[in-house]
């Protein structure tokens, strides 16, 4: 399973930025995948996820980010708006499948205030 995640940027506070996250021989569908982020000095943390049924995302994101899938295409977006600088990260996508945890390199979002 290779994931590959793209759509980082710089951006204004404000702003807006789509993520995607794409797999060439693995069924984004078939699994629940997450986007987790990574700003300088701190830990990783999830962010949204979706799964076949649901969508959860953590509380600063809410209202905010939108996670969704476009099977056709194989890919998982997560639309970001209402940027604010405090999600400066690194972002990744991941997905567990089979008991093995595998993750896209991640996409640099930076938003200037």
């Known amino acids: 399973v290779q994931l590959q995640a793209s759509g980082g940027g710089l951006v204004q506070a404000g702003g807006s930025l789509r993520l995607s996250c794409t797999a060439s021989?693995?069924?984004?569908?078939?699994?629940?995948i997450g986007w987790y982020r990574q700003a300088p000095g701190k830990e990783r943390e999830g962010v949204s996820c979706i799964s076949s049924e649901t969508t959860t995302h953590i509380d600063s994101v809410k209202g905010r980010f939108t996670i969704s899938r476009d099977n056709a295409r194989n890919t998982v977006h997560l639309q970001m708006n209402s940027l604010r600088p405090e999600d400066t990260a690194s972002y990744y996508c991941y997905t567990r499948w089979r008991g093995n945890d595998y993750w896209g390199q991640g996409t640099l979002v930076t938003v200037s205030s």
């Open positions: 021989t693995f069924t984004l569908g078939s699994s629940a």
